[in-house]
């Protein structure tokens, strides 16, 4: 019960310090992950409402893999990536490996399956009230997937969010790829598991918290963001 | 020149020997009208005959399970063009009410979609709200949107869903306005509704349909005086019919 009193105190230390280990292990976890998010997101809300509003033999099936994908385990996405990425791999020669863009594609591979699968759901939901409406007024598909997609913006941050959460709190993946290299790759999660690997477990667990905290706050803002734009747009 | 001086038509429409089912259950049975330009025709039933089903099958939103809904004009996309519906329950896309007007004229590559929406808002008396959240206006006022949405259009023939089936009076009335005035500038109406007193201040044609049949097709005069149809003669006398 002591260390966990310490590890707050420790943890608000951090903060309010401005503790320059700290502010660089969190800017990188931010960026990484925010990055990862992005890049997921941009392929993820297309193909997620494309699927939704597609027919074809075995989709049923493309359904639920990828619903299936959502809990990849991170190591082994973290490992793919590693074996791509290596000297040997098929995408050795980019010498990405153990650096914070290898650790953004295989968090965007990680998040692309979450943020895909309740795009598709969101989507699929919503065509059901929207359908009629779309090809009454003689909307392409296309047409219908973006006028979906723009319409369901809100719903969709709580799909995106979902996803950012999944990145940033991963470790396995980041592990493998980034290597945990002080000041290059080393992110809130891996230093977590560093600590506490030697034993610092108060650290640990203030590093624990501050990734909390990071995390409830963004969600929090987005909350607040979608909130205000939901009562003004309906 | 020609072209401008008479514009391809899409109309006369007509359904052959229509039939729809769901399944198992035969919702619309050897249906046969024909639709022609200019008319308000109001197709009329108890819940369930199958008007909504009628609709959707005419506007090409549902494929008909026998027979066939044939256009006299064969250019599909001209026939697509001619035509719009508003549905008893609108949908309002989540933007505002001049953005739900500029999004039906854009899918048509409307040159000035801007100024068509106002001009649209402007006649059903709402141009006042075209900056508001469309999904935060009444229901009278969303279906007042969707009607301007579908006017904006100028399609040639309109066909309306029970457009005021969960509406007060008031409402009912700019609706049933709307509705006149849209007719009144050369557009085809194709309307469902039970609300008799509707029918009989906007109807030129009666369509009456039962468990799916078409029973009587007359104009409404002799509809509302001289039914054809027990089935019919027992819905003016506001028996139910199952």
Same mark, same amino acid.
């Given at each position: 019960m002591q260390e966990i009193s310490q590890s707050f105190s420790l943890a608000f230390v951090l903060i309010a310090s401005f503790d320059g280990a700290l502010l660089s292990i969190a800017g990188l976890s931010l960026r990484v992950s925010g990055i990862?998010? &992005? !890049?997921?997101?941009?392929?993820?809300?297309?193909?997620? @409402?494309? =699927?939704? &509003? !597609?027919?074809?033999?075995?989709?049923?099936?493309?359904? @639920?893999? =990828?619903?299936?994908?959502?809990?990849l385990p991170p190591v082994v996405v973290g490992l793919l990536v590693y074996l791509l990425l290596s000297r040997a791999g098929p995408l050795g020669a980019l010498g990405m490996?153990?650096?914070?863009?290898?650790?953004?594609?295989?968090q965007a591979l990680l998040i692309f399956p979450i943020i895909a699968a309740l795009v598709r759901q969101v989507i699929e939901d919503a065509w059901g009230e929207y359908r009629e409406q779309l090809v009454s007024l003689n909307a392409s598909r296309g047409q219908c997937i973006r006028a979906l997609l723009w319409d369901m913006r809100f719903t969709l941050t709580t799909a995106v969010l979902a996803g950012f959460g999944r990145a940033i709190a991963e470790v396995g993946a980041v592990m493998i790829v980034?290597?945990?290299?002080?000041?290059?790759?080393?992110?809130?999660?891996?230093?977590?598991?560093?600590?506490?690997?030697?034993?610092d477990l108060p650290?640990?667990?203030?590093?624990?918290?501050?990734?909390?905290?990071?995390?409830?706050?963004?969600n929090l803002v987005a909350q607040m963001i979608k909130t205000t734009a939901m009562r003004k747009h309906g | 020149m020609a072209e401008v001086m008479n514009p391809p038509r899409a109309l006369p429409l007509s359904a052959e020997r229509l039939g729809f089912a769901a399944g198992g259950v035969t919702v619309l049975n050897e249906v046969s009208l024909s639709i022609t330009s200019g008319s308000r025709n109001i197709v009329m039933g108890s819940n369930g005959a199958g008007k909504s089903v009628l609709m959707r099958l005419l506007h090409g939103?549902?494929?008909?399970?026998?027979?066939?809904?044939?256009?006299?004009?064969?250019?599909?996309?001209?026939?697509?063009?001619?035509?719009?519906?508003?549905?008893?329950?609108?949908?309002?896309?989540?933007?505002?009410?001049?953005?739900?007007?500029?999004?039906?004229?854009?899918?048509?590559?409307?040159?000035?979609?801007?100024?068509?929406?106002?001009?649209?808002?402007?006649?059903?008396?709402?141009?006042h709200l075209a900056d508001r959240a469309a999904r935060l206006c009444s229901g009278g006022e969303q279906q007042r949107i969707a009607l301007a949405r579908a006017w904006a259009l100028q399609p040639e023939v309109l066909f309306l869903d029970e457009p005021t089936a969960s509406l007060d009076?008031?409402?009912?009335?700019?609706?049933?306005?709307?509705?006149?005035?849209?007719?009144?500038?050369?557009?085809?109406?194709?309307?469902?509704?039970?609300?008799?007193?509707?029918?009989?201040?906007?109807?030129?044609?009666?369509?009456?349909?039962?468990?799916?049949?078409?029973?009587?097709?007359?104009?409404?005069?002799?509809?509302?005086?001289?039914?054809?149809?027990?089935?019919?003669?027992?819905?003016?006398?506001g028996e139910l019919l199952w």
């Open positions: 990862a998010v &992005l !890049a997921a997101s941009l392929l993820a809300l297309p193909f997620g @409402a494309w =699927l939704a &509003l !597609a027919r074809f033999p075995g989709r049923q099936g493309v359904i @639920a893999m =990828l619903n299936g994908m959502m809990g490996l153990f650096t914070p863009s290898a650790m953004m594609i295989a980034g290597g945990n290299i002080d000041g290059v790759t080393r992110v809130m999660t891996t230093a977590i598991a560093l600590e506490t690997s030697k034993g650290l640990a667990l203030a590093l624990g918290v501050v990734l909390i905290a990071m995390v409830v706050i963004i | 939103l549902l494929t008909p399970t026998a027979g066939a809904v044939k256009w006299s004009n064969t250019d599909m996309a001209l026939v697509r063009r001619s035509q719009a519906m508003v549905f008893q329950r609108p949908v309002m896309l989540r933007r505002s009410v001049r953005e739900n007007v500029e999004f039906a004229l854009k899918l048509t590559g409307h040159e000035n979609v801007h100024r068509a929406a106002e001009a649209a808002l402007e006649r059903v008396g709402l141009v009076p008031a409402a009912t009335r700019a609706i049933e306005e709307t509705i006149t005035a849209i007719h009144a500038q050369g557009t085809t109406i194709v309307m469902t509704t039970h609300d008799l007193g509707q029918a009989k201040r906007i109807a030129d044609r009666v369509l009456f349909l039962h468990h799916g049949r078409l029973v009587e097709d007359t104009s409404a005069d002799i509809f509302f005086q001289q039914p054809q149809s027990p089935e019919a003669a027992a819905f003016i006398r």
